[in-house]
């Protein structure tokens, strides 16, 4: 394990896909740390101390000073611990994986979890036929080539900040009986699903599907109230 890693604290949320990147980042990295679990629906006083800006997690502290946002935390994991990286070291190639980052973030992730979570009918039909659209770019980029994952035969940045795709969105599919990531259209994205759960650092910490289950069903009832 990584020993210069003195006040490594990180503080999550434990179905969060943000706070899942930032874990298993400083598990591939073998960065020791101490994790602390936050309500964030009746939030501390240490989580708005140490997030006084948006007051969500994750937050990682390294001695002391405080940093917000799973994609930054794990571009500062990359400079502060550079061994095991996760960003591609070719500049132009680290510029194409916070391209595609930025792309899972804004396009994927927003669309899945507004047709699963905050949305019904025609609205619903919209947004999975978006996050299809959207996941049809990452079959095309992983196409063609002979690699377990978007980092080649690493998992790297942009497999992190996909991964809620592997085991959050079949949560997500189950409790509103849509089909987004059909695996006879998306062969590619069906392999990578499967090489991303059973690597493991992956397969050894994931939250329980039937948690998972119970606690979307409840967001999505109290999403769709607010409708």
């Known amino acids: ?25 400083m598990k591939l990295k073998g960065i020791e740390y101490d994790y602390i679990e936050e309500d964030i629906f009746n939030k501390s006083p240490l989580l708005s101390q140490l997030n006084p800006l948006t007051g969500k997690v994750p937050v990682l502290v390294h001695d002391g000073n405080p940093l917000p ?31 595609w980052a930025r792309f899972v973030e804004e396009k994927i992730l927003e669309s899945t ?14 947004e999975v036929k978006l996050a299809i659209e959207h996941l049809e770019k990452m079959e095309e980029k992983l196409g063609g080539k002979s690699r377990f994952f978007f980092g ?26 849509v089909r987004i990531l059909d695996a006879a259209r998306f062969p590619n994205l069906a392999a990578w699903k499967n090489n ?5 650092v992956i397969k050894d910490d ?19 109230k607010k409708i």
């Open 152 to 177: 080649d035969d690493t998992i790297g940045y942009v497999d992190l900040m996909m991964g809620f795709v592997a085991y959050i969105l079949p949560v997500w599919e189950e409790i509103t009986a």
């Open 1 to 25: 394990m990584e020993k210069s890693n003195k006040g490594v604290k990180l503080v999550g949320f434990w179905v969060s896909p943000f706070v899942q990147r930032v874990k298993w980042g």
């Open 196 to 200: 991303f759960l059973n690597h493991p």
């Open 69 to 99: 946002e799973s994609a930054i935390i794990l571009e500062y994991l990359d400079e502060r611990w550079p061994h095991a990286p996760l960003l591609p070291l070719d500049p132009y190639e680290r510029a194409q994986a916070r391209f």
């Open 113 to 126: 979890r507004l047709a699963a979570l905050r949305s019904e009918g025609e609205i619903q039909e919209r």
């Open 206 to 224: 994931l939250p329980s599907k039937d948690e998972m289950l119970t606690y979307f069903q409840w967001r999505r009832k109290v999403n769709l």
